[in-house]
């Protein structure tokens, strides 16, 4: 299946000191930008999709306008507006009319699984009535498409609300959830199978992106991980609270109570101040282009279920305590026993399984530290130094992803790389394209 188009870097129309020193903005795959130029308003009581009326490429078009997450009022009103699309989620599968398009439901289809109005009380209200025993489907708000002229408009907003919604059946929501799921099926519509899902649009994978990685955190995460209670989503869908009472008839280490009698919870850390575990989860990972002293050739390496002659970049965790440029020196020595010196940040892309952000970096090693030793970390099954011009073949005729075919044109025993919807392919063009030359270095 060919490879989608890359996002517009942001602001790419401007002029300025560091564009010229820099470049462009390094735009990947999964993320996206509000400022690259949009459409005229479409004229439509309905949001008109992305892929079927953009002429230009995006990231993702939504203003997250993430302080109006606690304002119900506004919630309500964006929840209900005829121009309000819901993206429904199974087993954090999207719902798709094929896996180059994403499919949106209206507020009457997914009316009978969220109710009426989620957010008619305060969040104040609804964790003063929490109960652990009813299953609430997690709804997340995404942001507003503001490209649109008969959008909801609240305050100096205007745009098309959209939500996510996890259908999974599951608790007291199972009945309702698979009514809904039969009734979208009946369309001809499916909930797209598969770890990943690198062919749809940029602006559709950036809305995916967001939404998947927010409902994986909410599912991951039921329990308070201070004191163990179960803990209830808010904010949206994009933070999670520790209640210190419970409606439930419980039996815990804390005793039973009636549901007209809450149980009191024990104190909890989450409840005071800014605490971490409140907040959906990223973990840093930092992948790099390591590239030979004399500037001629790339570091390489590849795992054991790897294609055969598929190479990458290398890549691995940024540690606690541990900077960036820190981190890609560790990682690459450990995994192949070259020794980098200068580090410089690229571009970086969101990850959403579960939830990475990629750091790109491309760094140099120091003179007599290119000698590959595979025996401290033993990640890799090889790692070798490849020189540009076959970086730059394999760049035209031998990217896929690890799951795909190689592309037509390609020569059996010649290297593989990654497509270009994955940020190592972005630097690897980078560092063959001039990266290291008198011009613009991204």
């Known amino acids: 299946?060919?490879?989608?188009?890359?996002?517009?870097?942001?602001?790419?129309?401007?002029d300025s000191m560091l564009t010229r020193k820099f470049g462009k903005e390094v735009a990947n795959y999964f993320s996206g930008t509000l400022s690259a130029?949009?459409?005229p308003p479409l004229n439509s009581s309905k949001c008109s999709h992305i892929s079927e009326h953009l002429p230009i490429i995006l990231g993702s078009p939504l203003n997250r306008v993430s302080f109006l997450r606690t304002n119900h009022s506004f919630l309500s009103a964006a929840l209900k507006h005829p121009s309000t699309s819901f993206l429904l989620f199974n087993n954090l599968s999207p719902l798709a009319k094929d896996p180059t398009k994403l499919e949106y439901l209206s507020y009457q289809d997914v009316k009978p699984l969220i109710g009426e109005d989620p957010y008619t009380k305060s969040e104040e209200q609804l964790i003063a009535e929490y109960n652990s025993t009813?299953?609430?489907?997690?709804?997340?708000?995404?942001g507003l498409d503001e490209r649109h002229s008969k959008g909801l408009e609240w305050s100096i907003y205007k745009g098309c609300p959209y939500f996510a919604i996890d259908v999974t059946p599951k608790g007291s929501t199972e009945k309702g959830a698979n009514s809904l799921i039969r009734a979208v099926e009946a369309r001809g519509l499916a909930f797209i199978q598969g770890r990943m899902h690198t062919s749809l649009s940029a602006p559709e994978a950036a809305i995916y992106a967001q939404a998947r990685a927010l409902l994986d955190w909410n599912a991951r995460n039921p329990f308070c991980g201070q004191c163990g209670q179960p803990t209830f989503s808010i904010n949206a869908g994009t933070k999670r609270t520790c209640p210190p009472k419970d409606m439930a008839s419980l039996t815990t280490s804390i005793g039973s109570t009636e549901s007209s009698t809450p149980t009191e919870r024990p104190p909890c850390a989450t409840r005071h101040g800014i605490s971490n575990l409140s907040f959906p989860r990223t973990d840093p990972t930092v992948i790099m282009a390591v590239v030979s002293s004399d500037s001629r050739r790339v570091l390489l390496g590849r795992q054991k279920r790897w294609p055969p002659y598929w190479y990458s970049t290398l890549a691995g965790f940024v540690e606690p305590a541990e900077s960036v440029e820190e981190a890609v020196r560790r990682e690459v020595w450990e995994e192949s026993g070259v020794t980098p010196g200068r580090v410089v940040i690229h571009s970086t892309q969101p990850w959403p399984y579960p939830a990475n952000l990629m750091i790109g970096a491309i760094a140099q090693t120091i003179p007599g530290?290119?000698?590959?030793?595979?025996?401290?970390?033993?990640?890799?099954?090889?790692?070798?130094?490849?020189?540009?011009?076959?970086?730059?073949?394999a760049l035209r005729v031998g990217t896929s992803g690890l799951g795909e075919d190689a592309p037509e044109g390609y020569k059996e025993g010649n290297l593989r790389l990654p497509g270009r919807t994955a940020i190592a392919n972005q630097l690897l063009v980078a560092v063959v394209g001039g990266f290291f030359g008198d011009g613009p270095k991204m």
């Open 1 to 14: 299946m060919p490879h989608p188009e890359l996002p517009e870097p942001a602001h790419a129309e401007h």
């Open 369 to 393: 530290g290119e000698e590959i030793v595979l025996k401290h970390d033993p990640e890799l099954e090889d790692a070798k130094w490849v020189d540009f011009e076959e970086v730059k073949e």
């Open 134 to 142: 009813v299953t609430i489907p997690q709804l997340l708000f995404l």
């Open 37 to 39: 130029p949009a459409a």
